[in-house]
């Protein structure tokens, strides 16, 4: 199983109720409901979006572990099986993704015996302008 997870950025961040433009008298947009997407590709399979309520829970690395478990979860349930042989996680290179919850939530699927392998890939983008 080769999964990747990402969440949109500080830009793809959204606001609720969103609204094209904005009229005289309504509030600015640091003062509505911010909602953030977490995506998760697992390949051979599909598309998950997350959505989290930024001002309501904690996000960052139990964030990342939920996803991940849910799709591992999506993973066993599609394909009828009960283990996995290796697991690949692709995350972006951020601290809160290289913490020490995020290792320990690894371990603890193949302490579990749902897999035998994990391996995490941390991957950084760089644009030359």
């Known amino acids: 199983m ?12 959204a606001y609720a109720p969103h609204f094209n433009v904005s009229n005289k008298g309504e509030p600015s947009r640091h003062e509505l409901h911010k909602i953030k997407s977490t995506f998760t590709k697992i390949h051979g399979l599909g ?13 960052g690395a139990n964030l990342v572990l939920e996803s991940l478990f849910e799709s591992v979860k ?14 690949y996680v692709q995350l972006d290179n ?12 690894v371990a603890a699927l ?3 015996g749902i897999v035998k392998k994990v391996k995490v890939i941390y991957y950084t983008f760089s644009i030359a302008v």
């Open 74 to 87: 999506q993973f066993l349930d599609k394909r009828k099986v009960r283990t996995i042989r290796n697991l």
């Open 47 to 59: 598309t998950c979006v997350y959505i989290t309520h930024s001002e309501l829970e904690v996000e």
């Open 2 to 13: 080769s999964v990747i997870i990402d969440a949109s950025g500080g830009l793809g961040s």
């Open 94 to 105: 951020v601290n809160s993704n290289k913490c020490f919850t995020v290792i320990a939530g």
């Open 110 to 112: 193949i302490v579990l």
